[in-house]
C-alpha cells in the first residue's frame, strides 16, 4: 500500500497520527522501531543538521529533497516534509508539489510567510511578515492541481503568530486571524490546516472554528502532550525536535565526557552497544542478501 493511502486510512480511522522529527535515514529508522505512524522532516531540523545553522531559510529546495529521499528510502512509514513557502510563488510550489510526491514522501506543509522566510520563534531575529490570503489560496489550489496522487496530504500553515511578540497576538486577537486564514486555506483545498496552539485551551479553541482536518505540533514552545491534540480531535500531530534535541543532548553530554577524562570506556552508558547498532539500520537483512543473491 502506497504511504499516502496509509495515512489517508489512518486519520480516516479516527487517529491521530504522530510524526515525530527525524534529522536523517538512521533517525528515521528508529522513529519507526519506536512504533510511531509517521516521520517528519522539519526545516528547523534539519537546517541545525545539515548546516548547523539557525532556520533561516537556508536549506535550498535541493537539500531538502536530498535528505527527504534518503529518509523515504530508511522507512516504510509515511513521510511528512516542510515545504516552507513553496520556494517562490504558486508556479514553484507546483514544481515542489510534485518533486516531493516523485521522493516518496506521503505530504508537505507549507505557509503564509513572505520570502525570505524564518522560523517565527526565533528570538533576536526580526520578525515575519506574510502575503495576502488571496495569494495563499493560489498557492493551494496550485498545489492540488499538481499532484498526482489525490491522498498526497497538501497541509497549509499560516505564521500569524510569528508576525507580533505574542502579548500582541493575544491582545489584538490575533487567533482569529489564524482561523479566518485556515478557514480559506481549507476552503481553497488544502487538506489540512496546521495550527501552532501553545496551550490546551487554544487546542480545543481551533477545533471549535476550523472547518476541517488539523495538525497540531508540540516543541519547546508548545509543550502538549499528544493526549490533548488526540482528546480534542486533531488528525495529526508533529513532534518536530524530538530528534534534533535528543540527538543534541546525547552527543553534547558523550563527547564532553570523552574529552574530560579522553577514555572510551567512561562514556559507554551513553552508547548504544552493537547490537542495538546493527538492528537499527538492518544488518540481518543485508546478511540474507550476500546469500541470496551469492555475492562474495
Same mark, same amino acid.
Given at each position: 500500500?502506497?504511504?499516502?493511502?496509509?495515512?489517508?486510512?489512518?486519520?480516516?480511522?479516527?487517529?491521530?497520527?504522530?510524526?515525530?522529527?527525524?534529522?536523517?535515514?538512521?533517525?528515521?529508522?528508529?522513529?519507526?522501531?519506536?512504533?510511531? #505512524?509517521?516521520?517528519?522532516?522539519?526545516?528547523?531540523?534539519?537546517?541545525?543538521?545539515?548546516?548547523?545553522?539557525?532556520?533561516?531559510?537556508?536549506?535550498?529546495?535541493?537539500?531538502?529533497?536530498?535528505?527527504?529521499?534518503?529518509?523515504?528510502?530508511?522507512?516504510?512509514?509515511?513521510?511528512?516534509?516542510?515545504?516552507?513557502?513553496?520556494?517562490?510563488?504558486?508556479?514553484?510550489?507546483?514544481?515542489?508539489?510534485?518533486?516531493?510526491?516523485?521522493?516518496?514522501?506521503?505530504?508537505?506543509?507549507?505557509?503564509?510567510?513572505?520570502?525570505?522566510?524564518?522560523?517565527?520563534?526565533?528570538?533576536?531575529?526580526?520578525?515575519?511578515?506574510?502575503?495576502?490570503? #488571496?495569494?495563499?489560496?493560489?498557492?493551494?489550489?496550485?498545489?492540488?492541481?499538481?499532484?498526482?496522487?489525490?491522498?498526497?496530504?497538501?497541509?497549509?500553515?499560516? #505564521?500569524?503568530?510569528?508576525?507580533?511578540?505574542?502579548?500582541?497576538?493575544?491582545?489584538?486577537?490575533?487567533?482569529?486571524?489564524?482561523?479566518?486564514?485556515?478557514?480559506?486555506?481549507?476552503?481553497?483545498?488544502?487538506?489540512?490546516?496546521?495550527?501552532?496552539?501553545?496551550?490546551?485551551?487554544?487546542?480545543?479553541?481551533?477545533?471549535?472554528?476550523?472547518?476541517?482536518?488539523?495538525?497540531?505540533?508540540?516543541?519547546?514552545?508548545?509543550?502538549?502532550?499528544?493526549?490533548?491534540?488526540?482528546?480534542?480531535?486533531?488528525?495529526?500531530?508533529?513532534?518536530?525536535?524530538?530528534?534534533?534535541?535528543?540527538?543534541?543532548?546525547?552527543?553534547?553530554?558523550?563527547?564532553?565526557?570523552?574529552?574530560?577524562?579522553? #577514555?572510551?570506556?567512561?562514556?559507554?552508558?551513553?552508547?548504544?552497544?552493537?547490537?542495538?547498532?546493527?538492528?537499527?539500520?538492518?544488518?540481518?537483512?543485508?546478511?540474507?542478501?550476500?546469500?541470496?543473491?551469492?555475492?562474495?
Amino acid at each position: 500500500m502506497k504511504t499516502t493511502t496509509q495515512l489517508r486510512e489512518k486519520i480516516e480511522s479516527g487517529q491521530t497520527i504522530a510524526s515525530i522529527g527525524a534529522i536523517d535515514g538512521f533517525s528515521a529508522r528508529m522513529v519507526e522501531q519506536a512504533g510511531f #505512524d509517521s516521520v517528519y522532516i522539519g526545516s528547523y531540523a534539519t537546517e541545525a543538521s545539515m548546516f548547523g545553522k539557525p532556520d533561516l531559510a537556508m536549506m535550498s529546495k535541493t537539500d531538502r529533497l536530498w535528505m527527504a529521499r534518503n529518509i523515504v528510502k530508511a522507512v516504510d512509514i509515511p513521510v511528512i516534509c516542510d515545504a516552507e513557502e513553496g520556494w517562490g510563488t504558486a508556479i514553484n510550489v507546483m514544481d515542489a508539489i510534485r518533486d516531493f510526491e516523485m521522493a516518496g514522501v506521503a505530504g508537505v506543509h507549507f505557509d503564509d510567510e513572505q520570502l525570505p522566510s524564518k522560523c517565527p520563534f526565533l528570538p533576536g531575529i526580526p520578525r515575519n511578515e506574510l502575503i495576502s490570503t #488571496d495569494e495563499m489560496c493560489g498557492k493551494i489550489e496550485a498545489a492540488v492541481d499538481a499532484r498526482e496522487d489525490p491522498d498526497f496530504m497538501i497541509i497549509a500553515r499560516t #505564521d500569524v503568530i510569528g508576525t507580533m511578540p505574542l502579548e500582541q497576538y493575544y491582545t489584538e486577537n490575533k487567533m482569529e486571524e489564524v482561523v479566518d486564514r485556515l478557514n480559506a486555506y481549507l476552503a481553497a483545498g488544502a487538506s489540512a490546516a496546521f495550527v501552532m496552539a501553545l496551550t490546551e485551551e487554544e487546542v480545543r479553541f481551533y477545533r471549535e472554528r476550523i472547518e476541517g482536518p488539523l495538525v497540531g505540533i508540540f516543541a519547546t514552545i508548545e509543550p502538549l502532550p499528544i493526549s490533548v491534540f488526540e482528546a480534542a480531535n486533531y488528525q495529526m500531530v508533529i513532534g518536530s525536535l524530538v530528534g534534533i534535541y535528543a540527538a543534541a543532548k546525547g552527543l553534547l553530554e558523550a563527547y564532553t565526557k570523552l574529552k574530560q577524562t579522553g #577514555d572510551w570506556n567512561a562514556i559507554q552508558d551513553k552508547l548504544i552497544n552493537d547490537k542495538q547498532f546493527f538492528e537499527i539500520v538492518g544488518l540481518e537483512e543485508y546478511g540474507d542478501y550476500y546469500q541470496k543473491y551469492r555475492i562474495c
